[in-house]
Every structure is written in C-alpha cells, then in structure tokens.
C-alpha cells in the first residue's frame, strides 16, 4: 500500500480523533449499567450495540487506510420467535401471547454472552492511548505506523480464538469489572442514603422502593462472589385482629372486614367497612394501619 506522508499523517489525526471518542462509549455504557442496577435492563445492550459503531468504523479504516482487514467478530443474532400451531410463542419451559419479550431476552443474552463484548470494552478503555501514541509516531515515521495500528486493532477488534493465557487476563478483567459495578452500586446507594433519610419521616413508601436497588446488589454479588447476601429487613406488620364481636379497631374507629381486593392491592391490604349505622363509606386499610384507598 503505498501511502505519501502527508496522507498518513492527517489519517492519522482521524483515527486519533476517533480513538478519544471511544472514552465517550464507555461513559455511555457506565450510564446504562448503572440503569441496569436499578432495574431497567433494557438501556446496556442498546448502548453497547451503539457503541459498536464506533467499533465497525475503525475496522473499516484500518482496511482502507491502514491495509489491515478486521472481520467482525460478533456472534450471529439469535433468530425470531416461531408461533406454534396453538399461537403461543415458547422460549424454554414458558409461553408467552407476544413474541416481543422472548425478542428482547435473546437480543439481551446475545449481546451480554458474546465473549466479543468484554475485548471491545478493554479496547475503548486502552484505544484512545493508543490514538495519540499513533499520532506521534507517524509524525516521526510516517505510513509504517499506520500499518502497525491496524495490526494492534485486528488483535483487538478481530477473532480472537480463545488461549490459556487469554483465558486468563479475561477472568481478571472480568473481575475488575465485577469490582467497578460493585463500587458503581455502592455510589447510588450512597446517594439514596441521603435520600432515605430525608424522605423516611414522610414518605415510607419512597424508602420501601428504594429497597430495589440494595436487592440488585446482593443479586449481582452472588452472581458474581457466590457469596449469598440475605435480606435484612423486618416482615410487614400483620393485619388487624379482630376483636370478640368481629369488628376490627384502628384508632378510636370500630370497622368490619367486607369482601374483595384493595383497589388492586392484593394481600397488602384489607377492605373494611364502617360498622352498621356509620355514616362514613368503606375504607381501605394497608399492613401500616393507613387508608391506602
């Protein structure tokens, strides 16, 4: 590939401008683990498929400017959900009416298991390094430089059969990450502290959501220690109990137990009415002893 020294000096100045971008993908994909934490799993495969186009347009350049093919790596994408002849759809031991959420659990598994994912993030975190120190040495030597840039990026972003010793540095990277998702949860549970303790005298209920977050962490923890991590707190105060006539007290108020559910509520609550006579209309009375409807 013959190549003048001005043109490799200003592709040069390209690729280290798109290798610093690559510092951007990872704080967009920190940002959607650190959504995925508190429940919305959704936004971490979508901002790793979009941070691959990133991916997709270095390889390109390093077989166009750098003389360098890099095929991709990725597993192919998992195929669409077949309706059986009952017209549900099955993925596993369970059927589902729609076929939306068996999609979106492949694309998710798809992206997540791929062992590509984890050498495309160790390459955003090192490539930008790797862009300026191509930038100067192209300065001082000019095409061949470029060459050895698309070699470094063929070993990053192309097959990578896996070795011992690549087996290796994968488990301590993958250890590394479990260590930054562990100080990422132990940051929001921080900023959630504060919050607890100013929503706590009048908002109960805020706190009790919140719970799902310290859940996402022992979750994850003993997915990735093995170290199970049991939930600490108290049971839900029970319901009222009934007094010898039937009628159930909350405060100076008498009230009978009527049938149904809670406004939707399940067994969180129970459905009192006001004893015969009483002129106030049926009340809803949650495990805080609080009308909830």
């Not at 971008?21 to 901002?47: I, K, M, N």
């Not at 009952?86 to 076929?99: E, I």
């Not at 062992?115 to 490539?127: D, S």
């Not at 007094?243 to 609550?269: T, Y």
């Amino acid at each position: 590939m013959s190549m003048t020294y001005p043109t490799a000096v200003r592709r040069a100045f390209v690729l280290a401008g798109l290798a610093l971008l690559s510092w951007f993908d990872v704080l967009v994909e920190l940002f959607a683990f650190v959504l995925l934490c508190v429940g919305l799993v959704f936004f971490l495969p979508s901002a790793i498929l979009w941070a691959r186009g990133r991916s997709r347009r270095t390889r390109a350049l390093a077989g166009s400017w750098c003389g360098v093919e890099v095929p991709d790596p990725y597993r192919p994408a998992p195929p669409e959900p077949e309706r059986e002849r009952d017209g549900w759809y099955r993925d596993g031991n369970q059927l589902f009416k729609r076929s939306w959420w068996i999609r979106a659990n492949r694309r998710i598994n798809w992206v997540l298991d791929d062992p590509a994912v984890g050498r495309e993030l160790q390459w955003q975190l090192v490539n930008p390094v790797a862009g300026l120190v191509l930038l100067v040495a192209t300065v001082l030597s000019g095409p061949r430089a470029l060459r050895g840039y698309g070699r470094w990026t063929r070993w990053w972003l192309g097959h990578h059969p896996a070795r011992p010793r690549d087996r290796w540095l994968h488990r301590h990277t993958e250890s590394l990450g479990h260590q930054i998702g562990i100080l990422v949860l132990g940051l929001i549970h921080l900023v959630l502290a504060f919050v607890q303790l100013l929503a706590l005298p009048f908002f109960p209920a805020l706190v009790v959501a919140s719970r799902t977050v310290p859940d996402t962490a022992r979750r994850e923890i003993h997915n990735w220690t093995g170290v199970r991590i049991p939930r600490p707190y108290l049971p839900p105060p029970p319901l009222p109990v009934p007094r010898a006539d039937g009628l159930f007290q909350v405060g100076k108020q008498l009230n009978r137990l009527c049938a149904g559910r809670c406004s939707g509520r399940g067994s969180a609550g129970s459905c009192v009415t006001p004893r015969p006579g009483a002129t106030s209309p049926p009340r809803c009375w949650c495990r805080s002893f609080r009308p909830c409807c």
